[in-house]
T-cell receptor, first 111, second 111 residues
Framework: GQQVMQIPQYQHVQEGEDFTTYCNSS?????IQWYKQRPGGHPVFLIQ?????EVKKQKRLTFQFGEAKKNSSLHITATQTTDVGTYFCAEMNTGFQKLVFGTGTRLLVSP | KAGVTQTPRYLIKTRGQQVTLSCSPISGHRSVSWYQQTPGQGLQFLFEYFSETQRNKGNFPGRFSGRQFSNSRSEMNVSTLELGDSALYLCASSAGRDEQYFGPGTRLTVT
């Protein structure tokens, strides 16, 4: 079946450093969504990308969808302690509201 | 609008028992999806309901079942609980577009 892998599994950075997580699929993705889950919390939707090569920015966060639509990345510039959490990519099967989640990247930011 | 609510928030059960979890979606949302989150398997799709009909089911045994009521509230049931069913169970509601809104989850511990 479809597998969506994320690397790294875990990253610990100092506040102010940049951070990137990569999402790779064995199959072509129809779309990619990104979610953030704070420790003890629940996933919160960040963004959706649909087009090949699409790039979207939200303040310090930059999201990219690969040209072949098999990979995606989330880059955070100048991390802050509020960025702590696990970041998941996911493909949405829009016909049935089914999300297939990636393995997640846990980010720890030290002040 | 109030967010997605789930009850109970925490539950401790014994192997062999059954459990029922409840989810109230955001007002006006007709789609409710359920996910299981464990450290080992990550976030996995259980099933999705729309207008009281199950439209899609994940790869889980028949011990996992659910239903949706006419007011869009949903329940999931797990019968003959096993130790491996210990997990965070999340429900998410959607208005039919792509973004899903997650509830806080029910933390189930099976002893």
């Amino acid at each position: 079946g479809q597998q969506v892998m994320q690397i790294p599994q875990y990253q610990h950075v100092q506040e102010g450093e940049d951070f990137t997580t990569y999402c790779n699929s064995s199959t072509t993705l129809s779309n990619i969504q990104w979610y953030k889950q704070r420790p003890g919390g629940h996933p919160v939707f960040l963004i959706q990308l649909v087009k090949s090569g699409e790039v979207k920015k939200q303040k310090r966060l930059t999201f990219q969808f690969g040209e072949a639509k098999k990979n995606s990345s989330l880059h955070i510039t100048a991390t802050q302690t509020t960025d702590v959490g696990t970041y998941f990519c996911a493909e949405m099967n829009t016909g049935f509201q089914k999300l297939v989640f990636g393995t997640g990247t846990r980010l720890l930011v030290s002040p | 609008k109030a967010g997605v609510t789930q009850t109970p928030r925490y539950l401790i059960k014994t192997r062999g028992q059954q459990v029922t979890l409840s989810c109230s979606p955001i007002s006006g949302h007709r789609s409710v999806s359920w996910y299981q989150q464990t450290p080992g398997q990550g976030l996995q799709f259980l099933f999705e309901y729309f207008s009281e009909t199950q439209r899609n089911k994940g790869n889980f045994p028949g011990r996992f079942s659910g239903r949706q009521f006419s007011n869009s509230r949903s329940e999931m049931n797990v019968s003959t609980l096993e130790l491996g069913d210990s997990a965070l169970y999340l429900c998410a509601s959607s208005a039919g577009r792509d973004e899903q809104y997650f509830g806080p989850g029910t933390r189930l511990t099976v002893t």
